[in-house]
């Protein structure tokens, strides 16, 4: 009953737009808990980004980067841990919640995070996991900071010198990146700066959020006309149209972003229907990269809502926006089953983004 009741609040959260999806089966939470407790921490398989300076630098993950060596990467290694934060945080009395929060505790400790610290302050690390690693681990610490319990709040203090040094690392980064990075991977600014922002805003840092609002504003504003039918690219699991216009309802004003919205995408139909959008099309899901589609259907779900929720009530493309959103939505979290590990550990994090309505 519990479970049930925090799914209702999350319903009057969003609104009756897209209250018939966003009610989550304790089946579909199990399953997602279960793909980031299966990997955070297994070792092997492990896709290392790794600058050498020396011998003395060729160790195992579990050694170069303690807390975050399991998922196959390092990126997908917090964001697991994130997963099990937020679902922890809103299914308490759930079957999985006592296994994340030990899985929890085990990775987050002084010792381990001095040992995160080491490895990025390494010489040549400046850039490792920038953006959208760093973008990440603020998504995990700002779930910390927004959860009222005793022990997500040591953790929180736990990590906090990693989380600093990942918002050091954006605040001397962001004044001397001259040009956006519009990719449709890891390099994106337009996602990482939308979980910077929301980081900012969920601890108060009002120098955070007018730097990003800033350098958004300088990199977007004057964008019309975004190639929505050049996409996908081959390997995508981000949207770069599309999320950039979810990162600008984050920065324009309701009436600002609508006209904005108007010269940046002007093919949403004002009719309804989803085929303007078509879907992001799998055909082998044991190869990682193209596997990488089944997340972009996912992000597409999340960042259609959050572009819906920017505009006024009344704006006429909110039923595409929603209609498309939830095509995608199936779709994306169809293909989260843990059948083959390419996808297994990491899109039960990007589900549990879309269906607890994390960005909104």
């Known amino acids: 009953m519990k479970r049930m009741l925090l799914i209702v609040a999350l319903v009057a959260m969003v609104g009756p737009a897209v209250a018939e999806e966003t009610v989550l089966d304790e089946a579909s939470v199990e399953n997602f808990a279960g793909l980031a407790l299966a990997c955070v921490h297994q070792e092997y398989p492990n896709k290392i980004g790794h600058v050498m300076n020396s011998d003395d630098d060729l160790d195992p993950p579990r050694k170069l980067t303690p807390s975050f060596y399991g998922c196959f990467d390092w990126h997908s290694s917090v964001h697991g841990h994130w997963l099990l934060t937020r679902l922890s945080k809103l299914y308490p009395e759930a079957d999985f919640a006592a296994t994340a929060r030990a899985a929890l505790d085990e990775s987050f400790t002084e010792a381990k995070i001095a040992g995160e610290l080491s490895y990025f302050k ?44 990942a918002a ?63 996409e996908p690219s081959g390997q995508d699991f981000l949207s770069p149209c599309i999320a950039e216009a979810d990162l600008m309802r984050r920065v324009l004003p309701e009436p600002d ?58 704006d006429s493309r909110r039923p595409a926006l929603l209609a498309a959103a939830a095509e995608h939505r199936a779709s994306g979290l169809a293909s989260v089953t843990g059948d083959h590990y390419e996808g297994g550990h990491w899109l039960g994090s990007f589900a549990t983004y879309l269906v607890t309505e994390k960005g909104l």
Request: with cysteine; proline share 5%; glycine share 10%.
């Open 122 to 165: 390494g010489e040549g690390r400046t850039s490792t996991e920038r953006p959208y690693g760093l973008a990440w681990l603020l998504c995990l610490a700002d779930e910390l900071h927004t959860w009222d319990d005793e022990q997500a709040r040591e953790w929180r203090e736990t990590i906090a010198p990693l989380e600093n040094l």
């Open 257 to 314: 972003f609508a006209d904005w919205l108007t010269g940046f995408l002007p093919s949403i139909p004002a009719t309804g229907g989803a085929d303007w959008l078509p879907l992001g099309v799998v055909t082998d899901r044991t190869d990682g990269k193209l596997a990488h589609l089944d997340g972009l259907n996912i992000s597409r779900a999340w960042m259609l809502e959050g572009i819906a929720s920017g505009l006024p009530e009344g």
């Open 168 to 230: 050091d690392r954006f605040r001397s980064w962001l004044p001397k990146l001259h040009y956006p990075i519009r990719t449709g991977e890891h390099s994106q600014t337009a996602f990482a700066f939308g979980l910077v922002m929301d980081w900012a805003e969920a601890v108060g840092d009002e120098a955070m959020i007018a730097l990003v609002a800033e350098r958004s504003r300088s990199y977007y504003l004057d964008d019309v006309n975004c190639p929505l039918g050049y």
